[in-house]
């Protein structure tokens, strides 16, 4: 079902959709050497640059924003790890929300550039990352409906919103996307709308250049 919406959404726009955007991000990939990845912390929200057909059309219905999937970075004894909700494709057998280490989540497979975000204002995290844990470890899906307000399914933006406000913080201070197409319920929350929230703030993660907190 997850593809047939995706194909709809392809055809519903042809101007917009551009089948050369994945072809020259694949001439990209992400060198981890050049980044000091330890200043990321859990609660992070981290945007990335995907490839492929959704993310082709995430790019299209919102050209401002340079990334097309975003998910929550959960920091462990184990490693950094990427909590995020995507649909089935050739890497992953399942609509299954996933939760997996970093370098994968931006593996030349499926990423192209990315950048992290911090909340600016002081919150429990830890019911961020505990809320977002549970749609993982209860193996909730994907949300081919695109539908903001049920909460038994998640897409990506709506995973890291939901989870935010779980923790009593409203990422978009109430402020969404109206989309025209066949498919969803308005409203909608396209990644540029988490990116342009005036409560985050950019995370300089390169090495060699100066690092705020």
Known sequence: MGRIRLLLLAIFFPIMFNSELSY????????????????????????????????????????????????????????????HSSPADEYKSTNAISKEPLKLFLSKETATDFTVLRIKQKLNLQKVIRFADSIFNNALEFDDDFDLI?????????????????????????????????IGKNPFLLPGTLLKSDNLKSINLK???VHED
């Open 207 to 209: 090495k060699g250049e």
């Open 24 to 83: 020259h991000a694949r001439i990209h990939e992400i060198n981890f050497d050049n980044y000091d990845l330890h200043l990321i912390k859990s609660g992070d929200i981290i945007f990335r640059r995907g490839i492929g057909l959704a993310s082709d059309l995430i790019l299209s219905a919102d050209n401002t924003c340079p990334y097309s999937h975003v998910g929550i970075i959960e920091k462990t004894n184990d490693g950094i790890f990427v909590i």
């Open 150 to 182: 049920n909460s038994d399914k998640f897409y990506c933006t709506e995973l890291v919103y939901k989870s935010y406000l779980y923790a009593g913080f409203d990422l978009t201070n109430g402020k969404f996307d109206t989309l025209l197409i066949p």
